[in-house]
């Protein structure tokens, strides 16, 4: 695998269920991302992740759980989500979290809450 | 709050048509600009991006970006479109007090008519 690879790349979950998103980068990077990206609204950044510290959490809900056991690998644990969090849910890195590098991202998990 | 605004979410051309796609954002410091694209059904790249010196600034594909400090603009140029160029494309700056982070325009969806 090369790139950012996410799993799985769809998910449909009910309001109560606990699932989680995970990504992994195979380009000796040091920063990870989290972003939200839903139809015509601009991508939220979710959560940075700099040197497997946690940098950035723009006021994300605790709903949306947020794990990087090193720099490789980042996931998203999901609980008792909402049906406006159904959206396509990208993962990116970059060499470093400043945001001067380029991001590199993933294809996306599509999420469904019923 | 910094935001990033894309004038168009739709925009459909003709083979060899001239393309502008308009990008302003609201920061008046220093900025960092970017462009990705995102093609059907591949992964959000970078197309270009701007830190400093020549304003007019080079990218893939044949793609250039002017940016204009007093408009606050980094328009998106390519003179001559192809089918190919069918994509989603996304504006994102870096300003200084985002904590770095990348804030991104709601995007615009450029179809080629062969």
């Known amino acids: 695998e090369t790139g950012v690879t996410q799993t799985p790349r769809h998910l449909v979950m009910g309001m109560t269920n606990k699932k989680s998103l995970k990504c992994e980068q195979h380009l000796g990077h040091n920063a990870m991302y989290w972003y939200k990206q839903s139809a015509k609204k601009p991508l939220e950044l979710m959560f940075v992740?700099?040197?497997?510290?946690?940098?950035e959490n723009n006021s994300v809900p605790s709903r949306f759980s947020p794990e990087c056991p090193n720099s490789s690998h980042l996931f998203l644990h999901l609980h008792t989500l909402q049906p406006e969090d159904s959206a396509l849910y990208l993962c990116?890195?970059?060499?470093?979290?400043?945001?001067?590098?380029?991001?590199?991202f993933g294809p996306g998990t599509r999420l469904t809450v019923l | 709050a910094q935001s990033v605004s894309q004038h168009n979410h739709h925009v459909i051309l003709s083979e060899a048509a001239s393309l502008e796609l308009g990008c302003n954002y609201s920061?008046?410091?220093?900025?960092?600009l970017f462009w990705y694209v995102q093609y059907p059904g591949q992964h959000l790249q970078l197309l270009l991006k701007y830190f400093s010196g020549d304003p007019l600034v080079k990218g893939i594909k044949g793609f250039e970006a002017e940016f204009i400090k007093s408009k606050f603009s980094f328009n998106l140029r390519k003179p001559s479109v192809q089918w190919s160029d069918t994509a989603e494309y996304f504006c994102?700056?870096?300003?200084?007090?985002?904590?770095?982070?990348?804030?991104w325009g709601a995007g615009t969806k450029l179809i080629i008519k062969p």
């Open positions: 920061y008046g410091g220093t900025v960092n």
């Open positions: 994102a700056v870096n300003a200084g007090d985002s904590n770095y982070q990348l804030i």
């Open positions: 992740y700099n040197f497997k510290e946690q940098t």
């Open positions: 990116a890195s970059s060499q470093d979290g400043t945001g001067l590098n380029e991001q590199f």
